[in-house]
């Protein structure tokens, strides 16, 4: 429903409980008036249970006392009490309802809009990364969403490292912005690139990175294991001589409540979501990535086809598997 007031905090001043006797969200003597008022979660059929700020055991001791239970008998999303069913929530939550298909949807849309705007303002020799980093986050947040993930760097950093975080530089040859951002629960990731030179060894990394980009997207459509999609993954690395490439950065997964609902490795086959089976309605940005600057991110919706979500406005587009488009390397002369 909104952004955390500590986007540092370890965890949410907010808790929703659900049981028998009905569904409660318990947060602070604070932050509940701002709830009720701001989101009328009572008329949404929310009772709203009221903790002191200043006593720590006040929530749980909220929850046992509203669904009549001891401690050791909730289910919960962590480790500090009752049984952690993260897991299993995780599971349950990966294909989307109707309608947060499409407030992924209006947020792709926005996150595209946002990197373009950002990526197309450099100016070579003249532009700084924090000047791309902040044009970005003005376009998120004009419309209600926050980059929780932000990354611009460009030239010899972005050969150099894989998160080239903007330090202030000048950037002259390339740049990359790379953003994950949240609105109302749900995230969107995307990256784009832009170089000024044809001849730039980004050009020919990113179309050899294309291959193992559409490995990957062939494995994600509804009927497989994620397990599959993995291996999958590491076939189109090994095709373009790189076997072990996929050891040097993340690699994405499924997307929605969390920046990855999951990732997992070629190799972690004991992962309870390793044998989970792909369904439809969820949502997917893979990360697959080269030493040297190549890098592809985009978020889909995995239906019969694979729905592309984050377009940039004006950039070029390259056709891929089940109609995963996707925007081009854009190169400037």
């Not at 070579?124 to 929780?148: H, Y």
């Not at 490995?215 to 999609?229: D, I, M, Q, R």
């Not at 239906?303 to 996707?326: I, Q």
Request: with cysteine; charged share 25%; net charge negative.
């Amino acid at each position: 429903m909104s952004d955390p007031v500590d986007l540092t905090a370890s965890s949410d001043p907010l808790w929703t409980l659900d049981c028998a006797q009905g569904s409660a969200l318990i947060t602070s003597e604070i932050e509940a008036p701002r709830f009720e008022s701001d989101y009328d979660v009572r008329a949404l059929g929310w009772d709203v249970l009221r903790a002191p700020w200043y006593d720590a055991g006040a929530p749980l001791a909220l929850a046992c006392s509203y669904a009549d239970v001891a401690p050791g008998e909730l289910l919960s999303d962590g480790d500090t009490f009752g049984d952690n069913v993260r897991d299993d929530l995780v599971a349950a939550r990966l294909a989307l309802s109707d309608a947060e298909q499409e407030d992924l949807r209006e947020l792709g849309s926005l996150v595209g809009e946002a990197l373009g705007a950002g990526v197309d303002a450099w100016k070579p020799g003249v532009s700084t990364d924090f000047d791309t980093a902040a044009v970005i986050s003005s376009e998120l947040e004009t419309r209600g969403a926050k980059a929780v993930c932000l990354i611009v760097g460009g030239d010899e950093r972005l050969r150099k490292l894989r998160h080239p975080l903007a330090v202030g530089d000048v950037l002259s040859e390339s740049i990359m912005a790379v953003v994950v951002a949240k609105r109302a629960g749900l995230h969107v990731a995307a990256t784009r690139l832009c170089v000024r030179h044809r001849d730039d060894e980004i050009v020919s990394l990113m179309e050899t990175l294309a291959v193992v980009n559409d490995a990957v997207l062939e494995a994600s459509l509804p009927g497989g294991s994620w397990g599959e999609t993995m291996k999958a993954l590491a076939s189109g690395y090994e095709a373009v001589g790189q076997p072990n490439a996929w050891r040097e950065h993340f690699q994405g997964g499924p997307i929605g409540f969390e920046q990855r609902e999951f990732e997992l490795a070629p190799t972690q086959y004991a992962s309870p979501f390793w044998d989970l089976t792909r369904r439809a309605n969820t949502a997917v940005a893979w990360n697959p990535s080269l030493r040297g600057g190549a890098k592809i991110e985009e978020t889909y919706l995995v239906n019969v086809g694979l729905e592309w979500l984050t377009p940039t406005p004006s950039w070029p587009v390259l056709e891929g598997p089940h109609g995963s488009r996707r925007s081009a390397l854009k190169v400037l002369a």
